[in-house]
C-alpha cells in the first residue's frame, strides 16, 4: 500500500486535453463495483460524458467551478430503475419507491464514487469530486434522460493532471474520534481544534477578502449561506420525490 497516497493526495482542478482511454476506465469502474453496496443490489449507475457540448452544458450545471471543465465527467446516480425492472420482469413486487430505499442507493453511489475515485487516483489520473450534482439535479437529470427513481448524487471530474493540485487543511484525528460514545465538545475543545486552520495564512487571507470577523463567517456567509441550502433543498427535496420517490409525511 502506498502510504504516501494516502497523506499526499489531493484533488486536481486543472487536466491535460490528454485522453483518458476508455479499457482503462472501464477497468476501474469494474474494480470500483466491488465496493460495499446494500444487501448486493448495487443501487448506482454511471454516465459517462465525453462529448464537448454536453460536457459544457453540465458545466454550467456545476456553475463552471474550473474542475467541470475536466475532459471527461462521471454522474454517478442512485439508481432503483434497473432494480425494480428485474424484479418485475422476474414476477416480483417491488417496493423501493420509499425514503429508506433512497437513502440505500444514495449510500451505495456514494460508496462506490469513493473507491473509483481512490482507484482513478492511484492509476495517476486526477479528480475532483462536484458536489453541486444535488444542486442542480433536476437540470442534470432532464440533460442525461434519467427515468423514474434515478437521481444525480455527486459527479467526478476527471482527466490526466495538469498540475500537483493544492493541499487543503484538515481536522486532526482526535478531533474526529469519539471512544465508546459521543463526547460532546467544550468551547474550549472547539477553539483548541479549529485553530491550526484558522491559523493557517490561507484562511486568514479568505476572511480579509470577504471582510469578515472569522473564518466561520466566511462559511456561514459566503460559501455556504443558509438561503442558498434552503432553495437547493427545496429544489432537490421536490425532483427525489418526482423522480418516484415517496417521503413520510407530518
Not at 493526495?9 to 469502474?29: C, E, G, H, W, Y
Not at 439535479?137 to 434519467?146: D, N, Y
Amino acid at each position: 500500500m502506498d502510504k504516501g497516497y494516502w497523506i499526499n493526495r489531493r484533488s486536481i482542478r486543472n487536466f491535460l486535453t490528454k485522453d483518458v482511454d476508455d479499457a482503462i476506465l472501464f477497468d476501474l469502474i469494474e474494480k470500483a463495483a466491488k465496493a460495499p453496496t446494500t444487501g448486493n443490489m448495487q443501487l448506482y449507475s454511471v454516465i459517462i460524458t465525453r462529448d464537448e457540448a454536453r460536457r459544457k452544458q453540465l458545466a454550467e450545471c456545476h456553475f463552471n467551478q474550473p474542475a467541470s471543465k475536466a475532459p471527461v465527467l462521471l454522474t454517478v446516480t442512485a439508481d432503483f430503475n434497473r432494480f425494480e425492472k428485474w424484479c418485475r420482469q422476474r414476477g416480483a413486487k417491488p417496493g423501493f419507491d420509499n425514503f429508506e430505499s433512497f437513502v440505500a442507493a444514495f449510500l451505495d453511489a456514494v460508496i462506490f464514487t469513493q473507491q473509483l475515485n481512490t482507484l482513478l487516483e492511484l492509476n495517476g489520473l486526477g479528480c475532483c469530486y462536484l458536489g453541486t450534482a444535488t444542486y442542480t439535479a433536476s437540470r442534470i437529470g432532464e440533460m442525461l434522460k434519467l427515468p423514474r427513481l434515478v437521481v444525480p448524487v455527486t459527479s467526478l471530474a476527471i482527466g490526466w493532471p495538469a498540475d500537483n493540485g493544492v493541499e487543503t487543511d484538515r481536522l486532526a484525528p482526535g478531533a474526529l474520534i469519539h471512544h465508546e460514545v459521543y463526547d460532546d465538545y467544550t468551547e474550549d475543545r472547539i477553539d483548541e481544534i479549529y485553530a491550526p486552520k484558522e491559523a493557517l495564512e490561507e484562511n486568514k487571507a479568505y476572511v480579509r477578502e470577504n471582510s469578515k470577523p472569522s473564518l466561520a463567517h466566511v462559511f456561514t456567509d459566503i460559501r455556504y449561506p443558509e438561503k442558498n441550502a434552503l432553495a437547493f433543498s427545496k429544489d432537490f427535496y421536490e425532483y427525489i420525490k418526482k423522480q418516484g420517490f415517496s417521503f413520510p409525511e407530518k
